[in-house]
C-alpha cells in the first residue's frame, strides 16, 4: 500500500507542476521555483514532514522536498547555533544534493558538448 501512496502522491506533485507549465504558461524554470517555494512553506507549516511520513518517496523524491529541507535545516540550525544557522542549516542538509547536481551536470556536459 506505501508504493501506491508513493506514486499517487508524487504523480500529484507532478501533474501540479505540469498544470503550472500548462494552464498558467510557467517556464520550466518558474515552475520548479514554485514547486520549492511550496515545499518550503509545507514545511514552514508543519505540514511537508508527515507528508513524507505517509508517502515516503512519493514526497522526499519530487523538488517539493528540496524546499523542505532548506526549511528544515535554516530552522533547525536556528534553534541550535541562533541566526548564523539560519545560513549554515541551509547548506548543511542539501550539501549532497547540491554537489552531486554540480558534479553529474559537468559530467554530462563533458560526454554531450552542449552547445551555447
Wanted: with cysteine; charged share 10%.
Amino acid at each position: 500500500m506505501q508504493f501506491l501512496w508513493a506514486f499517487i502522491i508524487g504523480g500529484l506533485i507532478c501533474v501540479i507542476g505540469q498544470i503550472l507549465m500548462d494552464a498558467v504558461k510557467l517556464t520550466p524554470a518558474h515552475t520548479m521555483s514554485t514547486l520549492v517555494v511550496a515545499g518550503a512553506v509545507a514545511d514552514a507549516f508543519g505540514l511537508y514532514d508527515p507528508l513524507i511520513k505517509f508517502a515516503g518517496a512519493g514526497a522526499s523524491v519530487p523538488i517539493t522536498s528540496f524546499g523542505n529541507s532548506l526549511v528544515h535545516g535554516a530552522l533547525s540550525e536556528l534553534e541550535r547555533d541562533g541566526w548564523i544557522g539560519v545560513v549554515t542549516g541551509i547548506f548543511e542538509i542539501t550539501s549532497a544534493g547540491i554537489s552531486s547536481a554540480i558534479i553529474f551536470s559537468f559530467l554530462a556536459a563533458l560526454i554531450v558538448r552542449p552547445k551555447g
